[in-house]
């Protein structure tokens, strides 16, 4: 679980309430910022304009997606090289065809199909297309999950704008009573504060969430399409380690220490 965006959203909320309930107490939020009208109008209008710029099973796909925040991977790039390390260290001394037991207990799907082809012989080339195309597709999926969220924060304010404009028709075709005109402007207004909620609350940080968790696994599989081929290409140990921690900042390179190197023997 991870942590943060459980309290970013949370923390969010409590100081949105806190600036609407300051010095008036917790019933003005149902006196002065609950418009059931309003929220059908921008939430419904969002939604659906979401709706109708997906396929159903999408659609289900990308607010399931909303889940993803919340969980910390399961791989990291230290552990994922250090695996690397080992495999590289094994083949060195028994040969490709020994890392086939050792891939049966692999957890990362993506590496263990790489040694697995990598044990089968098959060519280089090969694995690195096949692999790649792997890698292309996960990321396209992951990007169908992120457009859905900006396509939805994109439209929450536009919806918003959309009930803003029906209040103020509305309130300018009754203006007899001058004392009506503060209070239905108030409600007119609901609907753009609600668009910009849904946009900057929610659509805003799931959206660059995805796309960091997103970036994050691509580069783990960078990495071990390269320490795969590395591998099969019969390269010192020691010479994959420093070729893969290229993709690790400084501080996770320190993190090797004395145990992650690969051995020369």
Not at 193 to 220: D, R
């Amino acid at each position: 679980m991870d942590i943060a965006s459980i309290i970013g959203l949370v923390s969010s909320l409590a100081l949105m309430i806190f600036g609407m309930v300051n010095g008036k107490g917790f019933g003005v939020i149902t006196d002065s910022f609950m418009d059931p009208a309003s929220a059908l109008i921008t939430f419904g209008g969002a939604f659906g304009a979401v709706l109708a710029m997906n396929p159903m099973k999408d659609f289900l796909a990308g607010l399931k997606s909303f889940l993803l925040i919340f969980k910390t991977p399961k791989a990291n790039e230290v552990e994922t090289i250090k695996s690397i390390i080992e495999l590289s260290n094994l083949a060195r001394r028994e040969g490709l065809l020994a890392l086939e037991e050792s891939a049966n207990s692999l957890d990362d799907d993506f590496m263990k199909k790489g040694v697995m082809l990598i044990v089968d012989g098959t060519d280089p080339e090969l694995v690195r297309s096949i692999l790649e195309a792997e890698m292309i597709n996960v990321d396209a999926r992951h990007q169908e999950n992120v457009g859905f969220w900006k396509n939805l924060g994109a439209m929450g304010p536009a919806w918003g704008m959309i009930g803003t404009l029906i209040g103020l028709i509305n309130m300018l075709k009754d203006l007899s009573d001058p004392d009506s005109i503060g209070p239905n402007m108030a409600t007119a207004l609901i609907t753009t504060l609600y668009g910009s909620v849904l946009a900057n609350w929610i659509c805003s940080p799931v959206a660059n969430k995805l796309t960091k968790l997103n970036s994050k696994e691509i580069m783990l599989k960078e990495v071990t399409i390269e320490g795969i081929l590395s591998i099969q290409a019969g390269e010192n140990p020691r010479v994959i380690e420093e070729k893969l921690k290229a993709f690790l900042t400084p501080k996770e390179r320190s993190s090797f220490g004395e145990e992650g190197g690969g051995q020369n023997g």
